[in-house]
């Protein structure tokens, strides 16, 4: 509870919180359609997808690789379920590799026209290819997970905000990274992470825009990480208490 708390004292939900409801009904959404796939309610995940795409079309769109790869794959049960989901999904994004890059792009040039970064569009350059995607993900999600890099007082508020953050995930995985590492429902989990913050990145140039994307990602990954945290723990409880 205390690092529930804490991390919502930080400066970004703090500030998007108080500017409006947008951002914090994506979030509220995003945590409710994560809690209700994990328990696998098809009626309400969906509901809640449905809510979520109409809100932010993109971010219903991440949210749809949990929802098919547990309902349809069922990848959330097995490694084996898990690897085929994501060999198909991959060979999905090939198949459809110019719609896809399309879209990417167009997001891209739509968020610089939104922050009126006109003088950005002469070194505007789009993606050509999925695999130059595939390639530049690992880097775009750790540029991710620290941005915004120093630029004044107020975007190294914001620096040290992802800092905290990131070692925050650190923490809430010290010691159980291995035993993680092979649980097929939290690797869906953070792959679904992984690709909100990796396509963040990738088509929004404003930082304080990123920033308002980026919040309701990660809060909803630590959030995560706390209740297996909890479960794991009452669980532990339970087998001690039944000794």
Do not use: W
Not at 29 to 38: E, P
Not at 122 to 128: A, E, W
Not at 199 to 220: A, C, G, Q
């Amino acid at each position: 509870l205390l690092i529930l708390g804490i991390s919502f004292l930080l400066p970004s939900i703090l500030l998007y919180s108080s500017l409006g409801l947008r951002d914090n009904l994506i979030f509220c959404t995003q945590v409710l359609l994560l809690i209700t796939l994990l328990k696998r309610h098809l009626f309400f995940s969906t509901i809640l997808l449905i809510i979520l795409a109409a809100i932010k079309i993109q971010n219903g769109l991440v949210f749809a690789f949990l929802y098919f790869g547990i309902f349809i794959f069922q990848a959330d049960k097995n490694l084996k379920n898990l690897f085929i989901y994501f060999i198909l999904a991959i060979f999905g994004m090939f198949l459809i590799g110019d719609v896809l890059l399309a879209t990417i792009n167009y997001f891209k040039l739509a968020f610089l026209s939104e922050d009126n970064a006109i003088a950005n569009f002469d070194s505007y350059v789009p993606y050509n290819s999925i695999l130059e995607l595939i390639v530049i993900a690992p880097i775009s999600f750790l540029e991710g997970m620290i941005r915004p890099l120093p630029q004044g007082l107020s975007t190294l508020i914001f620096l040290f905000e992802s800092i905290f953050q990131a070692l925050l995930i650190v923490f809430l995985l010290r010691g159980k990274f291995k035993e993680l590492i092979l649980d097929p429902q939290f690797l869906m989990v953070l792959i679904t992470f992984i690709i909100g913050i990796v396509l963040n990145t990738l088509v929004i140039e404003n930082d304080f825009t990123y920033i308002r994307y980026k919040y309701t990602f990660i809060s909803m990954f630590i959030i995560y990480l706390l209740i297996h945290q909890s479960l794991s723990v009452k669980n532990y409880q339970k087998h001690e208490h039944k000794k």
